[in-house]
């Protein structure tokens, strides 16, 4: 098993605070279909054991109904309030920004998140929706309630639109992204307008999209490197600036990940992974949403 102690490097954001480069997801295998009210034990379990594994990113919001989970496993875990990066998104209620991070943090038992993020940009149909929103976050941040803000699922015309009226620019974008998402357009806008990129669902290419084209070489690496295909992938976002969100309930799977932050790809072998990956598209999540030609 990894050593606990792997340390995770973090990410400066153009708001001057920090985000740790590699996080603990309680979307995705958490996201809860019923009543919210209904706890899922499993749920906490899995995110204390994170947290005293190091993961100490821990990521939630509003539509995957494990906010309650989530701030049991905060409560629970001992460590420190002020040593965990916490985000939770908006998108249900966009109508009342406030109020939807106010009933958060009542469910995360908080007094403020480290992130807020509006959680797509479906929403909005006219730029001036998208800056109303915004503004809204602006005002959440003043108050102290969130101490960066962001969104997600943003592309370039979306945060265009944004950019357009804000006094305090988007922090970071979370998006999915993987060899076969890489959304080089957008990770070009993101530098050039100081926006951090955030990962979601960065194992995809070995998990819904295998077989593809990257497989035989992620197999080589990770022989070379002795760790796994998913730590491979992780490592591949790190090394392009990219943070990372990740899950798992299997403890020593949590623990092998941190191996990614052990060692270096080099230029070449992250070229490789990037032109391999781009012989597919695959997109796991809003595909209803995103046309698969122009939207990637």
């Not at 009542?106 to 730029?127: C, G, M």
């Not at 969104?151 to 370039?156: I, K």
Request: aromatic share 8%.
């Amino acid at each position: 098993m990894a050593n606990i102690h792997t340390p995770i490097p973090n990410l400066k954001l153009r708001d001057g605070n920090s985000i740790p480069m590699l996080g603990y997801g309680t979307g995705t295998a958490w996201y809860k279909t019923g009543d919210e009210s209904q706890i899922d034990q499993t749920c906490i379990d899995a995110t204390k054991m994170a947290v005293g594994l190091g993961y100490h990113l821990l990521d939630g919001a509003e539509v995957y109904k494990t906010e309650p989970e989530l701030g049991t496993a905060i409560k629970e875990c001992g460590v420190d309030r002020s040593k965990l990066f916490v985000t939770t998104k908006v998108m249900l209620n966009m109508s009342d920004i406030k109020g939807s991070l106010q009933s958060s943090l009542k469910k995360l038992q908080l007094d403020y998140v480290d992130l807020y993020l509006i959680h797509s940009p479906f929403f909005a149909t006219t730029p001036a929706e998208h800056q109303k929103a915004w503004k809204e976050m602006e005002e959440i941040k003043a108050a102290g309630l969130a101490k960066s803000i962001g969104v997600s699922n943003y592309l370039p015309e979306d945060l265009k639109s944004i950019l357009a009226t804000a006094q305090d620019p988007p922090a970071i974008n979370q998006i999915e992204f993987h060899a076969y998402l890489q959304h080089p357009d957008l990770l070009k806008f993101h530098k050039e307008n100081n926006i951090a990129t955030q990962a979601y669902s960065p194992l995809t290419p070995i998990t819904k999209g295998s077989p593809g084209p990257v497989d035989d070489y992620l197999a080589a690496l990770s022989k070379k490197y002795a760790v796994s295909p998913g730590e491979i992938l992780l490592r591949w976002c790190v090394d392009q600036d990219v943070a990372v969100v990740t899950t798992s309930s299997k403890e020593q799977r949590l623990s092998d990940y941190l191996r990614a932050m052990t060692f270096k790809l080099t230029p070449k072998e992250i070229s490789e992974i990037n032109e391999l990956g781009s012989q597919k598209h695959y997109r796991q999540y809003w595909t209803d949403k995103y046309d698969a030609s122009d939207r990637r």
